[in-house]
């Protein structure tokens, strides 16, 4: 009888794989997956359907169609500045678009750094590195809060994180992106002053070169959104354009649950292996159905 129990005991160890010789597993449904690398590109002040099956931006829209769109996507507030802080500190903060106090909620920053990750906003035209102050020409300080966050403004260290957007290509260039990026086109870019087409071929120019690297191909995560929409005021701040691109995600999917930025700040803590989220985050809907289970 023991003699028995050896030898189904050996061949339970023949056939199951050793640890080094297992897989990654599959996130089960309802989990978001984990990713290395997690971007966010804002886009300016647009409707959803001037976006989506239109032919003002037609690589966002072909990456829409490509990869997963959530159709039932709103923004919090008007103007932009309570959307942005949405984002990232998980509360809208202020309604005023020229607000300059230091922010010290909790915040993605502060739970980035705790729990031993890498972040960098990339602004375009972003004075210098680690830059807090108001705007400065094509640059808008409203569309990158994160400058306006205590953990930032008040810790050298981390204002250095606050880098021009020219740094995000060598970055790429050299595999040394960090594991969150905020990435803030400047007012004509992101659309705000420029048109729709002009947004579009900046993001074909800047965004697709990253898609198409090794390293995001491998573990990383793109969402695009834009902050509010034009003329709607549906749920705060109108129906507006989201999609995430990863190679989890489902492919040409479309999402009619109702989202809106908490979600957001939600899903790029979760997917970076966060466990706890700030403010209103917290309770957000989970983007989990956007992913390969």
Not at 29 to 34: A, D, S, Y
């Amino acid at each position: 009888m023991a003699l028995h129990r050896l030898t189904s005991l050996a061949v339970l160890l023949l056939l199951t794989p050793s640890a080094c010789d297992q897989q990654p597993t599959a996130a089960p449904p309802g989990v978001v997956p984990l990713f290395n690398h997690v971007f966010i590109v804002v886009e300016e002040n647009t409707d959803y359907a001037d976006v989506i099956g239109g032919t003002a931006m037609v690589y966002l829209d072909s990456l829409a169609g490509e990869y997963g769109l959530a159709t039932q996507y709103y923004g919090d507030a008007h103007p932009s500045i309570g959307n942005y802080f949405m984002m990232t500190v998980g509360d809208t903060i202020t309604d005023n678009d020229s607000y300059s106090s230091v922010v010290t909620a909790d915040n993605i920053v502060r739970r980035l750094v705790a729990a031993g990750k890498t972040w960098k906003s990339y602004a375009e035209d972003l004075p210098s590195v680690g830059y807090t102050g108001g705007d400065v020409g094509n640059y808008a300080r409203k569309h990158n809060v994160i400058a306006l966050l205590s953990d930032v403004v008040n810790d050298p260290a981390q204002k250095q994180n606050l880098v021009p957007f020219t740094q995000f290509a060598a970055d790429l260039a050299g595999h040394a992106l960090p594991n969150y990026a905020f990435i803030v086109p400047n007012l004509c870019n992101d659309a705000h002053d420029c048109s729709l087409s002009t947004a579009d071929a900046w993001l074909r120019t800047n965004i697709d070169p990253l898609l198409r690297s090794a390293d995001f191909q491998q573990d990383g995560l793109l969402i695009i959104t834009f902050d509010e929409a034009g003329g709607d005021n549906t749920h705060g701040g109108g129906r507006v354009a989201w999609l995430a691109v990863s190679a989890t995600s489902k492919r040409a999917y479309q999402s009619t649950r109702l989202y809106q930025h908490a979600s957001t700040l939600r899903l790029s803590a979760e997917a970076l292996g966060l466990t706890t989220f700030p403010n209103h985050a917290a309770a957000a809907p989970d983007m989990a159905e956007f992913f390969e289970p």
